[in-house]
């Protein structure tokens, strides 16, 4: 550390002796009054001083002569000397104090902020040069302007703030950070005097202190002047130190946050992968029993057709068998619903009045919801048609219902389901529905249930995300319903408060046509004729029930439960036989291998294909294979002989 014009500059390991200062101090002020000291005996007069070389003190003696006589007052010289003595101890204390870091290192771990700093830099000062006014600004990083940061005197705010404008304006500020050290300045109307010194690093400018004498003709001492520079230095490292630890501190924060956000959305996947895991299994188990399953609903259905035909059409028994055959009927819907969520495949799209849809499903909800719970519906039987999937649509309102009667469960309510054609314009498309502008049915379902929190309405329809206890949902429910909105060009929105119910809206695109099939669950007559079928399933109730049928509508029937066998009897007399119906699933020999042996020894014959559920066979692959039709059990009669026909008509 070298002494340059009342300026202290620091090695850059910042570390400064405090003894150092204080001999080198002592020995300029010696030099420059030119003081002697006076042997008792007549030797040389020797005088020492210091000064470095090559970075070590070095012991000057300086001769006089003996014989002249030197007149000094010795009591003046011990006055002297206990004055540099008192002072040598008042610079040391300053230096100490001025070196000192711990309060402002307290301040940067309290976290506290930059004028804290000041407060501590503002204590070390007055004790060191009294002032009226102590004041510091820091430099305003995004506007490039000193911005006033602490004056620890009120009353002389405005006073100073003005002052400093005008120092501002007239470059004064410049000029002190140019100078890099203290510089006195007179205020504008000369009656007041200010000390300004930059407050900066070795890097940045960090701000400046303005100090406001007590009177304008005082001196500050070159030291003092010193000790402020070391002060302002360390203040400005601290409020870098403050700044940078600052920083890293929210950088962590933010780092942590994300660390955590990434385990959660980890956790989450993990989760998400066990449910895919789960519904792959569900899948696989459901293709495996739904074969089975439809064997099962296969001569229920049959079997009641035929009791049926049997029984006079105005009966109580035909009307309980009828019943009977909508329930198998949506035991075979509920199969698919099941096979085509396994499979992750659609259906097939036809022209559709929900509202016989909606009838069906209400009735179905009716008889498994509590009476607290009243259903209301409005349906208008006129309002037209979509281009859909019944049985999508059936699981599209099951599922929304369902989630509203739970929503009740505990409390009751009305449960409403509305249907109403709207038009949907230009803004309403952009900012209320996400629509294409036109014509569109909507599905109105509100219940009286406890409502929804807003966290909870912006999440509704992702997957797996549910508010019920665990193993009470997976949460793929309004996900795929969702979905299937969508994939029917539609949209679904929803409106809630937390103890003022829920509202689901579904809009989906109408169309001009009409099915009329779907009106109705009349059971017409089926066709029937007189052409010989060779019919092949492994399953002897199914046979039996399915030759019944067939004998019933005029056909001749030859059965066999063995594909190897019935293709021995087809080979022996293939002429004799119109049409072939055989199972897909099947020992021995499946199906669709059946079915080409077959083509391979009467390539013209007619096949059609029923099959439970089977992965390795579409309708597709079917068709391609020469097969004629191909059918998903159970079958009703009206179906299966409406397929007969086509088939014998088209051939």
């Not at 302007?145 to 002052?163: G, I, M, Q, R, T």
Request: net charge negative; hydrophobic share 40%; aromatic share 6%.
């Amino acid at each position: 550390m070298v002494f340059l014009d009342n300026q202290i500059s620091l090695n850059k390991d910042h570390r400064i002796h405090p003894q150092d200062i204080y001999e080198k101090a002592l020995a300029k002020y010696v030099f420059a009054n030119q003081f002697r000291f006076l042997c008792d005996t007549k030797s040389d007069l020797q005088i020492r001083s210091y000064h470095r070389h090559n970075g070590h003190h070095i012991s000057k003696t300086i001769k006089g002569d003996m014989n002249t006589a030197i007149n000094i007052n010795p009591e003046k010289l011990l006055a002297r000397i206990e004055y540099l003595e008192n002072h040598r101890r008042f610079i040391q204390s300053m230096l100490e104090m001025a070196l000192s870091l711990g309060d402002f290192q307290e301040n940067i771990n309290k976290g506290h902020g930059p004028k804290c700093i000041f407060q501590e830099a503002e204590k070390r000062i007055n004790h060191l040069i009294p002032l009226d006014a102590t004041v510091f600004y820091l430099v305003d990083q995004d506007h490039a302007d000193f911005k006033l940061a602490l004056c620890n005197e009120p009353s002389l705010k405005e006073f100073v703030e003005n002052e400093v404008e005008h120092m501002i304006d007239k470059g004064l500020f410049a000029w002190a950070i140019r100078e890099k050290k203290g510089v006195s300045i007179s205020s504008r109307d000369h009656t007041r005097k200010f000390i300004l010194h930059v407050i900066a690093t070795y890097s940045r400018i960090r701000g400046m202190f303005v100090g406001l004498l007590p009177s304008e003709g005082q001196k500050i001492p070159d030291t003092s002047l010193t000790l402020l520079s070391i002060i302002l230095l360390n203040t400005a490292n601290a409020v870098e130190s403050l700044e940078f630890y600052s920083l890293l501190r929210s950088q962590n924060i933010i780092l942590e946050k994300k660390v955590e956000e990434h385990t959660k959305a980890l956790a989450q996947s993990e989760r998400q992968l066990q449910q895919v895991l789960k519904i792959q299994a569900i899948g696989t188990l459901a293709g495996g029993i739904a074969h089975d399953f439809n064997n099962i609903l296969f001569p229920i259905v049959g079997f009641t057709e035929l009791t049926m035909d049997e029984v006079p059409e105005d009966s109580s028994a035909r009307k309980n068998l009828e019943e009977i055959l909508k329930s198998a009927n949506r035991a075979k819907d509920l199969v698919q619903q099941i096979l085509t969520f396994s499979r992750q495949s659609g259906h097939e799209r036809k022209p559709i009045k929900i509202q016989y849809i909606i009838k069906e499903a209400l009735k179905l909800l009716r008889a498994s919801i509590p009476a607290t719970i009243e259903i209301v519906h409005e349906l208008d039987e006129n309002y037209g048609a979509i281009s859909g999937d019944a049985i999508q649509i059936h699981q599209i309102i099951m599922n929304l219902c369902t989630n509203a009667y739970q929503a009740m469960q505990e409390t009751g309510g009305k449960l409403e389901v509305r249907l109403a054609e709207v038009d949907i314009n230009y803004v309403e498309a952009i900012e209320i529905t996400g629509l294409t502008p036109g014509r569109y049915l909507q599905l109105t379902v509100k219940d009286e249930g406890c409502g929804m929190e807003p966290a909870i309405l912006d999440r509704i329809f992702e997957p797996y995300y549910t508010t019920k206890a665990p193993g009470q949902g997976a949460g793929l429910g309004l996900s795929v319903i969702h979905g299937m909105v969508k994939n029917h060009g539609g949209d679904i929105t929803v409106s809630s408060a937390p103890g003022k119910g829920s509202t689901f809206h579904v809009f989906l695109p109408l169309i001009d046509e009409i099915d009329e099939e779907t009106k109705t669950n009349s059971f017409t007559e089926a066709a029937g004729g007189n052409e010989h079928i060779l019919l092949v399933d492994d399953e002897e109730q199914i046979v039996a029930l399915v030759q019944q049928m067939l004998e019933n509508l005029g056909y001749r029937v030859t059965a066999r439960t063995d594909g190897q066998e019935a293709l021995k009897v087809f080979a022996q007399h293939p002429e004799e036989f119109d049409l072939v119906i055989t199972d897909m699933t099947m020992p021995h020999v499946t199906g669709d291998r059946l079915a080409q042996k077959l083509i391979g020894v009467k390539p013209d014959i007619p096949i059609i294909l029923c099959t439970g559920f089977n992965e390795t066979i579409t309708e597709e692959k079917a068709l391609s294979r020469g097969i004629q039709k191909f059918i998903m059990k159970p079958v009703v009669k009206s179906e299966l002989a409406s397929a007969i026909r086509a088939v014998l008509e088209g051939a």
